[in-house]
Nanobody, 121 residues
Framework: QVQPVESGGGLVQAGGSLRLSCAASGRTLSSYTVGWFRQAPGKERAFVAAISGSGGSTHYAQSVKGRFTISRDSATVYLQMNSLKPKDTAVYYC????????????????WGQGTQVTVSS
């Protein structure tokens, strides 16, 4: 079993950048599809980006294309967030699954606890 752990959240001004990391306790993430999701106050959790176990395939929500980049190395998945906007404020979660590409967030087997990202105007 793999337990994702997020880090890297914080407070940043609009237009700034943050890099989130998702690592795992227990087994490594190396063979898993990893997705990033976010939940803003009063809203449902939404898909942000996903990367395949090999790193060869990626998928993005339209709202973050061109601003966010998902990548990975052998142990960690990263979400580089540039040109941040106040509407990007949310708790960001990473999730892992053996399959590429889960059809919805409900098919991801393993979830982290989340990290807060706050973008001030």
């Amino acid at each position: 079993q793999v337990q994702p752990v997020e880090s890297g959240g914080g407070l940043v001004q609009a237009g700034g950048s943050l890099r989130l990391s998702c690592a795992a306790s227990g087994r490594t993430l190396s063979s898993y599809t990893v997705g990033w999701f976010r939940q803003a106050p009063g809203k449902e959790r939404a898909f942000v980006a996903a990367i395949s176990g090999s790193g060869g395939s990626t998928h993005y929500a339209q709202s973050v294309k061109g601003r966010f980049t998902i990548s990975r190395d052998s142990a960690t998945v990263y979400l580089q967030m540039n040109s941040l906007k106040p509407k990007d404020t949310a708790v960001y979660y990473c999730a892992a699954d053996p399959v590429w590409l889960p059809r919805s967030q409900y098919e991801y087997d393993y979830w982290g606890q989340g990290t807060q990202v706050t973008v001030s105007s």
